[in-house]
């Protein structure tokens, strides 16, 4: 079933040629690299720790962060994958820490909750993606979050940015929907895991997702899939600078 995920319509933003090259034609996905590889491993074990599932965290991380990558396509920096094993040991005992100060008392409502929705005045599309945690407090709320890999952390803007903070935004929007709960009783936080940082190496924070974000995300949703559906594929010469297929065969 054709569908759409927060990934792709950032894509779309970016540059519609630049959706149509990697989503539709196929041509140079992104493989993923050490980095990639460092944030699906230590993600495994925030989510084994978020539903507490007894295992050794360390040695899950040192595991899966081997076995993705070797799914890479190119051997990665000996140096940089010998400081990321300690970086990941060095967050992993500060998961549960942050966890704790930020939510107070919680209940995990999920991990990995997969979403496949209908969009509104959309009959072919369905948006997907996966929301990292939910948890409930005991006032009712129920707070989704994602968790991000970083290097040291992120500056206000890159918080407030709409084409970053629109992932929760649309994942606050579907999954009231698929859950029915009132989306005031929703909030969203972002997650960062801080590889180089020398303490608060975890740190929450909230995104506001109110009800005129979320009509400018839907909107831009359905902006997108109708020039999708359309086959129109407007370059956007203002990303070429930090598009890989600038002056390449693929667009000149
Ligand atoms: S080089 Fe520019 S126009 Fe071409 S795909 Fe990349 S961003 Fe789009």
């Known amino acids: 079933m054709p569908h759409i995920s927060f990934s792709a319509l950032k894509d779309w933003n970016f540059c519609a040629w630049y959706h149509k090259l990697t989503r539709i034609d196929g041509i140079g996905r992104f493989q993923g690299n050490a980095y990639t590889a460092f944030g699906n491993a230590i993600h495994e074990v925030c989510e084994k720790k978020l539903l507490n599932e007894k295992v050794d965290e360390n040695e899950h991380f040192i595991q899966s962060f081997e076995r993705f990558l070797d799914g890479l396509p190119e051997k990665q920096d000996d140096k940089l994958v010998e400081q990321m094993?300690?970086?990941?040991?060095?967050?992993?005992?500060?998961?549960?820490?942050?966890?704790?100060?930020?939510?107070?008392?919680?209940?995990?409502?999920?991990?990995?909750?997969?979403?496949e929705e209908d969009i509104e005045d959309e009959d072919e599309y369905h948006f997907v993606g996966y929301i990292d945690g939910v948890v409930k407090t005991p006032d009712g709320k129920y707070h989704i979050f994602d968790w991000k890999t970083c290097s040291w952390g992120w500056d206000a803007r890159k918080k407030s940015d709409p084409m970053v903070t629109y992932q929760l935004t649309l994942y606050k929007y579907f999954f009231s929907k698929k859950m029915n709960i009132d989306p005031k009783l929703i909030e969203t936080h972002f997650a960062l895991l801080k590889r180089t940082a020398k303490k608060n190496r975890v740190e929450f924070f909230r995104v506001t997702s109110g009800p005129r974000k979320t009509n400018n995300a839907v909107k831009l949703l359905n902006k997108a899939l109708y020039n999708i559906k359309n086959k129109r594929y407007i370059k956007n010469r203002l990303s070429c600078s930090k598009c890989d297929f600038c002056k390449t065969e693929h667009c000149s």
């Open 85 to 115: 094993r300690s970086q990941g040991k060095e967050i992993i005992p500060e998961i549960d820490v942050a966890l704790k100060d930020y939510f107070g008392e919680y209940e995990v409502v999920g991990s990995e909750i997969s979403l």
